[in-house]
């Protein structure tokens, strides 16, 4: 089995900050996708990539930038914290696109001042 | 467009008692469905999925699910729930092409009483 692993796990940031979040995982999985999930909606989709170097934006991408260096990492930067924003980041990885199964972290919670 | 509908955000339900999650999708081609469970503070986990054949699916933990094309449904069932099953549940469409895109549900909140 592997696992994803998303840092911080609570990032406060203030208005206007610029903000990274990072995940790793050890499937060797090439996909890899970064979602929002706010509550009461269903996850909705920033970023994904199909391999390493590989950037493909999502319905939500506006207000954010990815990387992805490594096959085994994903980066996600939120350029600029909106006030009162909360939301939780979720990091996923799978075998290829489409129909397979997504494997998924635990999070990383966002809470602006 | 994909879509997907959980109808009831929230469903509490008796601990042995039988639990229905409604999901409806829209797709015109060949869909790949799916339901994740979502634990307090962890990410989501594949609970079962359908791919095209038969169209009852067993799932983890005694979930099962029906897809339905006539009714563009893909229900969720247990037939006795336990206490652990308190969870928020996503109903999720794929394509069925290389596609990345999945489309989630709002998800239903479950809770379990005694």
């Known amino acids: 089995g592997g696992i994803i692993t998303q840092t911080p796990k609570f990032l406060i940031g203030q208005e206007g900050q610029k903000l990274t979040l990072k995940c790793q995982q050890n499937?060797?999985?090439?996909?890899m996708y970064w979602y929002r999930q706010d509550s009461g909606k269903g996850l909705r989709l920033i970023y994904y990539?199909?391999?390493?170097?590989?950037?493909q934006k999502g319905d939500l991408s506006e207000g954010y930038d990815a990387s992805r260096e490594k096959k085994s990492s994903f980066s996600l930067t939120v350029t600029s914290a909106q006030k009162n924003e909360m939301a939780v980041f979720l990091c996923a990885s799978s075998i290829g696109l489409g129909q397979n199964t997504l494997y998924f972290g635990a999070g990383t919670r966002l809470s602006v001042l | 467009a994909q879509s997907v509908t959980q109808p009831d955000a929230r469903v509490t339900v008796s601990e042995g008692a039988s639990l229905q999650l409604r999901c409806k999708y829209s797709y015109f081609g060949t869909p790949y469905l799916f339901w994740y469970v979502q634990y307090p503070r962890q990410g989501l986990q594949l609970l079962l999925k359908y791919y095209p054949g038969d169209p009852v699916v067993q799932g983890v933990n005694g979930f099962e699910a029906e897809f339905s094309k006539s009714n563009s449904s893909f229900h969720l069932r247990k037939a006795s729930v336990h206490w652990s099953d308190w969870a928020v549940y996503f109903c999720?469409?794929?394509?069925?092409?290389?596609?990345?895109?999945?489309?989630f549900g709002a998800g239903t909140r479950l809770k379990v009483i005694a």
């Open positions: 990539s199909i391999t390493e170097n590989d950037l």
């Open positions: 499937f060797n999985h090439d996909t």
């Open positions: 999720a469409v794929s394509m069925d092409t290389g596609n990345y895109k999945y489309v």
